[in-house]
């Protein structure tokens, strides 16, 4: 599975990038809104920390603004990658940039009908988003199975990039469901390394080095 961190905040980047596990970077409007600078500006600093796919997201809502915007973000770097809403016009727009090779992400996926869709344009990722799911009641995880027997029928090349995610359980899940990629914060990421066992049994070897070194 590929990790890719969710975020436009280039200390965390920065952070994470030097563990060697982060494989790209996922932003969105929310996001880049954080970091109080502009879109351009800030992917292009993050395709020069992380050489990985880096999902930039357009804000048009109309199929000619998308893909003018998406060719801008796609010139900042052979990496970017055009991250487009699961509308009609996104859809739409989607075909435009398979046709002329350029990658992309499809977001605010909540259903299966909704991937296949993106799968059949050609998308490089699809994003469902497990979290935002479970908030409203719903088994975001059931999505990313869903969504795996569906591109495994067809063989679609399409990869699945877990989104949303809010915990390391929803990463665990999504790696046993056979998601493709999972984005997510710092938090998350840190949270995957962690286990109490883990701290109890260092502390107890340390200790036991401490004390035979006193002999
Ligand atoms: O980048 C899309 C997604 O990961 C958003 O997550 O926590 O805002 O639902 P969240």
């Given amino acids: 599975m590929e990790f890719f961190l969710d975020t436009g ?12 596990i982060i494989d790209g970077v996922t932003t969105n409007p929310t996001l880049i809104a954080k ?8 992917i292009k600093e993050i395709c020069a920390i992380i050489d990985g796919p880096i999902s930039a997201e357009v804000i048009a809502t109309d199929v000619d603004g998308m893909i003018s915007e998406g060719k801008e ?8 990658v055009i991250k487009l809403p699961m509308t009609i016009a ?7 940039f398979s046709d002329n090779k350029i990658k992309t992400n499809l977001t605010l996926v909540f259903s299966s009908n909704q991937a296949l869709l993106a799968a059949k344009n050609g998308a490089t990722y699809v994003s469902p988003f497990i979290g935002r799911l479970d908030d409203i009641g719903h088994d975001g995880m059931a999505l990313i199975d869903e ?3 569906v591109f495994d029928n067809y063989g679609f090349q ?9 915990h390391s359980t929803h990463v665990r899940d999504a790696a046993l469901a056979g ?8 938090s998350v990421v840190k949270a995957l390394f962690m286990h109490p066992l883990t701290d109890k049994g260092l502390a107890s070897f340390l200790a036991d080095h401490a004390k035979s070194q006193l002999k």
């Fill in 179 to 186: 998601a493709d990629v999972s984005t997510m914060p710092i």
């Fill in 9 to 20: 905040l280039i200390e965390e980047i920065k952070e994470a990038a030097k563990w060697g």
């Fill in 73 to 80: 973000l796609a010139k900042i770097h052979p990496n970017v």
């Fill in 90 to 96: 996104g859809i739409t727009a989607l075909k435009w």
């Fill in 147 to 149: 969504i795996r027997r």
């Fill in 158 to 166: 399409t990869k699945i990039l877990a989104a949303s995610i809010r």
């Fill in 35 to 42: 970091t109080g600078r502009k879109q351009q500006d800030v």
